[in-house]
């Protein structure tokens, strides 16, 4: 079978003490979901605020995108705030709710350039305002780019998106919209908020935490699971093509032999 080889990065953005060696081209996941964790500790480790971990991460989500897009991957889905992450003080649930109208100013105009297009995953129901106008306008000026999509998962939590789906088809069956007879995995996935996505890849999880907190819980069924201890604020792209290459070595058998 025909192998692409590429040394793993655009040898301008490449840093010199790279590591992950090259990349099957042609065995790139085409979609691949990160949960971002470990900000808080990144920024305790460091006494500074918890927020300041925060802002740390925003400027990391750019450059990871960057990395993605330079080998292929379709779609990058990042877990940027759950359903449960209401919970946390409101100084800092306030504070992640304004990364977006700091990010999105920043970094739009290069990811125009590479043709990202921004989407979101999750409820916009409970954003404030700002955040909703400050993502909604990305979307609006990315909507016609073909090239990788940058998912936010914001506002999104797994059970309550299974909840939803599941209500969405009871309201079928009972407007005979629905034969129970003909559901299966193909149209229950149809009542998932990322129906037009395939499903993830690969999930990626920083900081040393071996859960999904609730993160795309039907989607990720299949996924190869990869972690590292490195706190997001510096999970950086050759830990990223670590995390590509780990996932070509690995034999996918969906339960079969
Ligand atoms: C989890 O770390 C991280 C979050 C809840 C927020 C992640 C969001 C970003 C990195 C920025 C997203 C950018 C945009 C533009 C929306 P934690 O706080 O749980 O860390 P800890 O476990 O160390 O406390």
Known sequence: MLKLFKKWLNPTRRPANATAGDIELDKVPAHVAIIMDGNGRWAKQRGLPRVAGHHSGMKNVKKITMAANDIGVKVLTMYAFSTENWKRPKEEVEFLMKLPQEFFPLEIEELIQNNVRIRMTGWKDGLPDYTLKAIEGAIERTKDNTGLILNFALNYGGRKEIIAGVQDMMKDLQNGNLNPDELNESLFSSYMLTSDLPDPDLLIRTSGELRLSNFLLWQLAYSELWFTDAYWPE?????????????????????GI
Not at 240 to 254: G, K, L, N, T, V
């Open 235 to 255: 999970f950086t792209e050759d830990l990223f093509m670590q995390a590509i290459a780990e996932y070509q070595r690995r034999a996918r058998r969906y339960g």
